[in-house]
């Protein structure tokens, strides 16, 4: 059956497991305070924000961070939601 | 409810196209119930901004490691436990 890029475990590797920890960086504890504010305010939950991460082309999914999955599904929600216009983010970071 | 401690079940392996929380690892997969957590709502439509009722009971499936890893070097008594709701298991 063929599994999404999210659904591996079990899937074989060769690869050793990276288990070094890392100093998480501001934007990184921003975005987990984002998240739990989305979810307290009833315009995020826990189902949608793995759905989001889910949603992400597999290349994407793969190059991208823990962090950087949960901005990618912020952003993918809210502007399904209407309280983000598509670009929005962009456009002010421009 | 319509499983209790020690049943034995297997997890429908079906295709899904949208957010579940069952890991393709033990669609198929023969297991039995060792906790039943209670009711709760399901993420399979609050993923996409429903109620998630009605809720649907949530068991710890454990599997033995035989059935999961079959030609995986491992240890006998070990076993692989994962939350599972009720509408993907059947009765074995």
């Keep these: 059956m063929e599994r999404a890029v999210h659904d591996r475990g079990a899937w074989p590797t060769d690869t050793p497991i990276d288990r070094s920890e890392h100093e998480l960086a501001d934007w990184e504890l921003l975005t987990d305070a984002l998240v739990g504010v989305l979810g307290r305010e009833g315009l995020m939950n826990v189902d949608e924000l793995r759905r989001g991460i889910e949603s992400m082309p597999p290349d994407d999914y793969e190059q991208a961070s823990y962090y950087e999955r949960w901005l990618f599904a912020a952003e993918t929600i809210l502007v399904e939601k209407g309280v983000l216009e598509p670009g929005e983010l962009d456009s002010r970071l421009a | ?92």
């Design chain 2, 1 to 92: 409810m319509t499983f209790e401690l020690g049943d034995r079940v297997r997890v429908a392996d079906r295709a899904h196209e949208g957010h579940h929380r069952t890991p393709g690892y033990v669609k198929g997969k023969s297991g039995r119930v060792e906790r039943v957590f209670g009711s709760f709502t399901n993420p399979e439509t609050r993923a996409y901004g429903g109620d998630g009722l009605p809720e649907q009971v949530l068991y710890q499936v454990c599997f033995d490691q035989e059935e999961l890893w079959p030609s995986t070097r491992r240890h006998a008594r070990d076993a692989t436990c994962v939350d599972i709701f009720e509408h993907w298991l059947e009765a074995e």
